[in-house]
Structures are given as structure tokens and as C-alpha cells.
T-cell receptor
Framework: DVKVTQSSRYLVKRTGEKVFLECVQDMDHENMFWYRQDPGLGLRLIYFSYDVKMKEKGDIPEGYSVSREKKERFSLILESASTNQTSMYLC?????????FGPGTRLTVT | AQSVSQHNHHVILSEAASLELGCNYSYGGTVNLFWYVQYPGQHLQLLLKYFSGDPLVKGIKGFEAEFIKSKFSFNLRKPSVQWSDTAEYFCAAFGNDYKLSFGAGTTVTVRA
């Protein structure tokens, strides 16, 4: 079974903290994605990567950065967390034909 | 820019009713299309997908979707819903730009 794992299910951080969300996949997929999911807004693409060290902005990259040093790992970084970044964060990996999602990290910024 | 739109925000049905959820995408090139479902408290999971060939694709749990290229649409259907189909449904498109874009989702509530 394909596994996409995320480092935390729940996270509470303070405003201004630097936050790292980690995602690891075990299927040697080239493409990896970070989304945030908010009620009524669906999944919005933050960043994606189609190769190691490659990154592309999605639809809402402001306030976020990413890192992909190894094929299996894709990290999302909030340089200075703000309350409007409270959300569910989903990581996915896959090909153009199949994508797999992690369980999500519910981040609360207070 | 590539985008996906879903027509309905919330649909309420009775059991045994038929379901159709609309999805349109705006992308001129080759695109692969997907429907995902998220049951309450669970991960996103794939319902069905279209790459090429027969425009009517069948997925899990009795769902099907029809790709109509001229209308840039990929609507999801189920002839007779069950209470267990209560979930949020997302349409998604993957294009040559490597982006996987989602619609805003449709919440489906099936009343027993």
C-alpha cells in the first residue's frame, strides 16, 4: 500500500513561530503537493514539486515556503505563523494518473 | 490558469434518489480528471479517474462520471444514493503544468 505520512495530526503554535510540516511518501513519486483545506473553500494548492529541489508556486503561496531535498520528503514551512494560517494541511504525492493523500495536519495558530 | 469549478456547494437528498454533481474545468491542453470523496473524519480517497478513451468512467461504490470535452465538464453521477454516501466530493484536474487543482467541493447529505 502506498503511504503518505505527515509528521503530526494536530499542532498548536503561537503567532510568529516558525512551523515545519513534514511529508514523506514511500512510492518514489516525482510529484508532491501541499494543500490547505478550509470549509467552503475546498483544497487550495500552496506549493508543488515535480522533482527534487524543484518547487512551483500554487494558488496561495504567500506566507509559505517549501523544501524538497530528497525525493521522498516534501516540507512546508511557515516562516512566521499567523492566525489566518489556522487550517487543515494536506500533503499528496503521485503521478499524473494517481495521487495519494496523507491524513492531514490540523494546525491551530493562537 | 487552470481552474476547476463545482456547481453545487451543498446537496441534500433522500435515500434512493439520484445524484449528479457538476464539475467544469478550464484548461485547453491535455488534462486528467478525477473525483475524490472525503467521508466524515476520513482521508481523501479516489472515486474515479479519466485519462482517455471511453468518456463514461465507472468508479467505486456505484459512482460514474462522464467526460464531455466540448463542455469542459466531468459530472459525477450515482443512480441511487445511500445514507453512507454522505460526504464531501471534490473534482480535480491534472494538466501538463504538473498542477493538481481542485474544485471547492460539494457537501452531499443523504437523509434516511
Amino acid at each position: 500500500d502506498v503511504k503518505v505520512t505527515q509528521s503530526s495530526r494536530y499542532l498548536v503554535k503561537r503567532t510568529g513561530e516558525k512551523v515545519f510540516l513534514e511529508c514523506v511518501q514511500d512510492m518514489d513519486h516525482e510529484n508532491m503537493f501541499w494543500y490547505r483545506q478550509d470549509p467552503g473553500l475546498g483544497l487550495r494548492l500552496i506549493y508543488f514539486s515535480y522533482d527534487v529541489k524543484m518547487k512551483e508556486k500554487g494558488d496561495i503561496p504567500e506566507g509559505y515556503s517549501v523544501s524538497r531535498e530528497k525525493k521522498e520528503r516534501f516540507s512546508l514551512i511557515l516562516e512566521s505563523a499567523s492566525t489566518n494560517q489556522t487550517s487543515m494541511y494536506l500533503c499528496a504525492s503521485g503521478t499524473s494518473y494517481e495521487q495519494y493523500f496523507g491524513p492531514g495536519t490540523r494546525l491551530t495558530v493562537t | 490558469a487552470q481552474s476547476v469549478s463545482q456547481h453545487n456547494h451543498h446537496v441534500i437528498l433522500s435515500e434512493a434518489a439520484s445524484l449528479e454533481l457538476g464539475c467544469n474545468y478550464s484548461y485547453g491542453g491535455t488534462v486528467n480528471l478525477f473525483w475524490y470523496v472525503q467521508y466524515p473524519g476520513q482521508h481523501l480517497q479516489l472515486l474515479l479517474k479519466y485519462f482517455s478513451g471511453d468518456p463514461l468512467v465507472k468508479g467505486i461504490k456505484g459512482f460514474e462520471a462522464e467526460f464531455i470535452k466540448s463542455k469542459f465538464s466531468f459530472n459525477l453521477r450515482k443512480p441511487s444514493v445511500q445514507w453512507s454516501d454522505t460526504a464531501e466530493y471534490f473534482c480535480a484536474a491534472f494538466g501538463n503544468d504538473y498542477k493538481l487543482s481542485f474544485g471547492a467541493g460539494t457537501t452531499v447529505t443523504v437523509r434516511a
